[in-house]
């Protein structure tokens, strides 16, 4: 583990190798990791209307964006609840969408979450989503965004470009 975060540490802040994965494959396995460490109070889905795309990715910095939404996901819901992550093909993009059962986050704060230093939680620095922004818009050239928030909980999507 903490040679995984050695890695993921060390491509911060230089032009981390891309290369071509299945993103099905490697959200699974990155979801799944998560899954396997979570509460069993968490229940845990996944789905793809795709069995299998090809996108140009940086594995170790990708599962660490599926990682960082996911955990924010759980915190969200105070660790119990309900996370999904679909994947929807849409060509040219694929989007994943990871979707959490907490709380919600304001409208007004969609925009600032992934500033540096913004946080919610008593603990932590607030980085968390701001590495999510550099691992997805500048390093893999795609978008995260909120797609939805509200009592009912909070829909996160990533985009990236399928390789032909």
Do not use: C
């Not at 494959?25 to 899954?35: C, G, Q, V």
């Not at 599926?66 to 040219?92: F, R, T």
């Not at 704060?109 to 008593?122: A, C, E, H, L, Q």
């Amino acid at each position: 583990r903490l040679q995984t975060i050695t890695e993921r540490f060390s491509q911060i802040g230089s032009t981390p190798r891309l290369e071509t994965l299945d993103i099905v494959e490697e959200t699974r396995n990155a979801f799944d990791y998560l899954r396997v460490r979570s509460s069993k109070l968490v229940r845990f889905s996944f789905h793809s209307r795709a069995e299998s795309l090809p996108v140009l990715l940086n594995r170790s910095l990708y599962h660490w964006t599926i990682e960082n939404i996911v955990k924010n996901g759980i915190d969200a819901m105070k660790g119990k609840g309900d996370i999904s992550l679909e994947i929807a093909p849409d060509p040219p993009l694929v989007h994943v969408l990871i979707t959490d059962s907490g709380h919600g986050i304001p409208k007004t704060r969609w925009n600032t979450i992934f500033d540096p230093g913004v946080t919610s939680k008593k603990r932590g620095w607030g980085l968390g989503l701001s590495l999510v922004r550099r691992i997805v818009e500048e390093y893999h050239q795609g978008k995260v965004k909120v797609l939805s928030s509200g009592k009912e909980g909070t829909v996160m999507q990533i985009s990236l470009r399928i390789k032909n």
